[in-house]
């Protein structure tokens, strides 16, 4: 099983920055049907992680499937190596859906990172699958101030390459990061994530992930994959 707890910081930047060129910025797959929205929870000053994957129908934001997975981590949280602690866990929930999603979108960065890996990058390189990063804070880059309508963007730019998309999706509301992961272009990732936006500041795909992932870890949803069956979450 994948697993990082023996690794340093040195070592970890040593991978990042030899992962970091296998990153594709081309879009795999323009015909999406199926998204996915990946997080993690986990109990403070505790090893256990919990991950949640909630697959959902593109465009409509359909709640279709959900593999959750349990798993421990030894390396601990430090801002730029989010993926090395909480990777192997979501690899495990990745691992059991038998159909996989078109794109996943995890909740953190993707290349807006001082390594270009973020932790939508690191997976994304791992399963070799379109993933897309959606953070809900700023790591690296700067942008232009947004307008204060839903819908506003505005590009985020490191030593004039553009890297990602500051993006409103509330009015007067703080907005969230978007940044290709791997397998998609920066345009095509805000034009998608666009498509996900509903009534909340977070996109459908990881609110749902949060919102399911932290049922599983109150006891109230189990392990595996699961399917809907046309019966729609509780939230």
């Keep these: 099983m994948l697993s990082y707890d023996d690794f340093t910081i040195e070592m970890a930047t040593l991978l990042q920055n030899k992962m970091k060129e296998d990153i594709s910025l081309n879009t795999r797959n323009k015909n999406i049907r199926t998204v996915a929205g990946a997080d993690i929870s986990h109990d403070v000053g505790s ?18 499937s959900y593999s959750l997975a349990e798993g421990n981590s030894n390396f601990e949280y430090k801002a730029e190596y989010l993926a090395f602690r909480e990777v192997p ?12 999603p078109d794109l996943l979108i995890l909740d953190g960065q993707g290349i807006t990172h001082p390594r270009r890996m973020g932790i939508a ?3 994304g390189l791992l ?3 379109p993933t897309i990063g959606c953070a809900k804070n700023m790591l690296h880059g700067e942008y232009s101030v947004l307008e204060d309508e839903k819908f506003s963007y505005s590009a985020i ?9 500051a993006l409103r ?16 272009s920066v345009d095509d990732s805000l034009e998608i994530m666009t498509n996900t936006i509903q009534k909340y500041r977070i996109p459908e795909p990881t609110r749902h992930a949060h919102l399911m992932v932290n049922l599983f870890r109150t006891g109230q949803r189990q392990a595996g994959f699961h399917e809907f069956n046309n019966q729609l979450p509780l939230f």
């Design 47 to 64: 090893s256990r992680l919990f991950a949640g994957i909630v697959i959902l129908s593109y465009p409509d934001m359909i709640p279709l």
């Design 89 to 100: 866990t979501l690899m495990k929930a990745w691992e059991q859906i038998p159909i996989k």
């Design 121 to 123: 990058s690191h997976f």
């Design 127 to 129: 399963a070799d699958h």
């Design 157 to 165: 730019f490191k030593n004039q390459e553009k890297l990602g998309f």
């Design 169 to 184: 999706t509330k009015t007067n509301v703080k907005p969230v990061f978007i940044s290709p992961g791997h397998h998609i």
